[in-house]
């Protein structure tokens, strides 16, 4: 459904190291650095970009959108652990710790250093 997901930054160099090391989990990597953006890909397809970082393209501050959540698969519980261990660690907000939610799937939620709300989830 989705070509790709972008997620506004401030601080393109912050978010670039932030996502870099929270996103090593999930097997996703950096495969594209710009001045104005950084395009990240699964391991498996290093040449489909899913997910930018941005500058907003109208120059003006980049803001969060109430009710807006990207929200990234995992493969274990130990996954979504480490990602928000990591999160956290990097200074990322606690939306909610690890644990079942929606019945039996597993998740975890933060805010990155620009206030954005990331999810991972296994799904059980």
Known sequence: MFSFITIGTNNLKRAGSFYDKVLKPLKIQRTLTHNRYFG??????????????????????????NGTMVTFIAKSRKVVEDFYKIGIKLGAKSEGVPGPRHGKDYYAYIRDPDGNKICVFKKI
């Open 40 to 65: 990240y890909s699964r391991n498996i397809s290093p040449n489909k970009i899913e997910l930018y970082l941005i500058k907003p393209h109208n120059k003006k501050r980049a803001t969060v959108g």
